[in-house]
T-cell receptor
Framework: EDQVTQSPEALRLQEGESSSLNCSYT??????LFWYRQDPGKGPEFLFT???AGEEKEKERLKATLTKKESFLHITAPKPEDSATYLC???????????FGTGTRLLVSP | DTGVSQDPRHKITKRGQNVTFRCDPI?????LYWYRQTLGQGPEFLTY????????KSRLLSDRFSAERPKGSFSTLEIQRTEQGDSAMYLC????????????FGSGTQLSVL
C-alpha cells in the first residue's frame, strides 16, 4: 500500500534556529515527491516537486532534497512567518492522485 | 487566475441533515479533486473528475456521499444523513490535464456535525 510518513509530528524552533523535516515513502515507481505548506484554516499551497534522487529545490529559507527512500525539507534561519504545517505527498501507484503524509507542524518563536 | 473557490467556508449542521458544498476550480483546469482532512491528519483522497467524468472514488466515500461536476465546470459534494464522523475540512483542488502534479487547493469547507 502506498504510504507517506513524516517526522517529527511537531517542531518548535527559535527564530534563526535551522532544522530539517523528514518525509519517507513507500510507493512503486516514484514519479515525483511534492511538498506543500498549509496555514491554519486554509488549503495546502504548493512549494516544490522533486523527481529524481539527488535533486534539490530552493525557495527563500526552504530547501528540499530527495533520496531514493526519503525527502528532507531544510529550513535555514527560520522566521515566525515560516510557522505552518508542511505536508509531503507522492502520486499513488496508479499515478492518478496524491497520497499525503500527516504533516509536520512547525512553530517558529521570535 | 482567481484561484479555486469553495462555498461555504463553514457549515454547522445537525446529525441526519443533508449538506452540499460547491467548488469552482481554476477555469482552464480539467481535473478536479475532493479531499477530506481531519485535525492533525493530512488530506485524504475522496474522488476526482476529468472534465465531467468521475473517474475514481475512494473506499472512504460511503453511499451517503455523492459528487457531481456537470459540464466539467464547478463541482458539488453532497453528504446525506450526516453523522458526527463526517465532521472535517472538505478540500477541493484542481489541476491541468495530466493531473496530480501541482494541485491548486481551495480554502476548504469546514463541516461540523452536531
Amino acid at each position: 500500500e502506498d504510504q507517506v510518513t513524516q517526522s517529527p509530528e511537531a517542531l518548535r524552533l527559535q527564530e534563526g534556529e535551522s532544522s530539517s523535516l523528514n518525509c519517507s515513502y513507500t510507493v512503486s515507481g516514484l514519479r515525483g515527491l511534492f511538498w506543500y505548506r498549509q496555514d491554519p484554516g486554509k488549503g495546502p499551497e504548493f512549494l516544490f516537486t522533486l523527481y529524481s534522487a539527488g535533486e534539490e529545490k530552493e525557495k527563500e529559507r526552504l530547501k528540499a532534497t530527495l533520496t531514493k527512500k526519503e525527502s528532507f525539507l531544510h529550513i535555514t534561519a527560520p522566521k515566525p512567518e515560516d510557522s505552518a504545517t508542511y505536508l509531503c505527498a507522492v502520486p499513488n501507484t496508479g499515478f492518478q492522485k496524491l497520497v499525503f503524509g500527516t504533516g509536520t507542524r512547525l512553530l517558529v518563536s521570535p | 487566475d482567481t484561484g479555486v473557490s469553495q462555498d461555504p467556508r463553514h457549515k454547522i449542521t445537525k446529525r441526519g441533515q443533508n449538506v452540499t458544498f460547491r467548488c469552482d476550480p481554476i477555469s482552464e483546469h480539467n481535473r478536479l479533486y475532493w479531499y477530506r482532512q481531519t485535525l492533525g491528519q493530512g488530506p485524504e483522497f475522496l474522488t476526482y473528475f476529468q472534465n465531467e467524468a468521475q473517474l475514481e472514488k475512494s473506499r472512504l466515500l460511503s453511499d451517503r456521499f455523492s459528487a457531481e461536476r456537470p459540464k466539467g465546470s464547478f463541482s458539488t459534494l453532497e453528504i446525506q444523513r450526516t453523522e458526527q464522523g463526517d465532521s472535517a475540512m472538505y478540500l477541493c483542488a484542481s489541476s491541468l490535464d495530466g493531473g496530480y502534479e501541482k494541485l491548486f487547493f481551495g480554502s476548504g469547507t469546514q463541516l461540523s456535525v452536531l
